[in-house]
């Protein structure tokens, strides 16, 4: 018997969290977003010099969040932020609608 509601319960949850998500609520991919971005800035640091601004995502689904790109900025921004070459190719493109940008220090600093 515990075993069968165990069941009900875990397809329940499924089935409520794959509505929640279908629901394309902006807040959530937002914040979804946010805090992958701060953890892939995170393991970048520790071996990569972020003080060019780089892109850390492009668009890739490696990061787990689709449609999105990863920046690295400058706060207060710095001409080399401005740099094309510092930027995410895929957002320039056209081909990533929404960015998240993160200072040096993998601090959040905005989203578009």
């Known amino acids: 018997m515990k075993t069968g509601v165990l069941m009900v319960l875990i397809i329940l949850v499924m089935l409520l ?19 992958k971005c701060i953890e892939l800035c995170e393991a970048a640091k520790k071996t ?19 449609d999105w790109v990863c920046d690295v900025a400058h706060w207060p921004r710095e001409d080399v932020d401005n740099k094309p070459e ?8 056209g081909k990533a609608h929404h960015f998240i940008e993160v200072d040096t220090n993998c601090n959040f600093i905005r989203a578009y």
């Not at 969290?17 to 805090?35: N, P, V, W, Y």
């Not at 990569?48 to 689709?66: A, Y």
């Open 17 to 35: 969290s794959g509505c929640l998500a279908r629901q394309g609520d902006k807040t959530t991919f937002d914040e979804l977003a946010r805090i």
């Open 48 to 66: 990569t010099d972020l003080s060019n601004g780089p892109c850390l995502s492009d668009n890739n689904l490696d990061w787990g969040v689709k």
């Open 86 to 93: 510092n930027q995410c190719q895929e957002f320039r493109s």
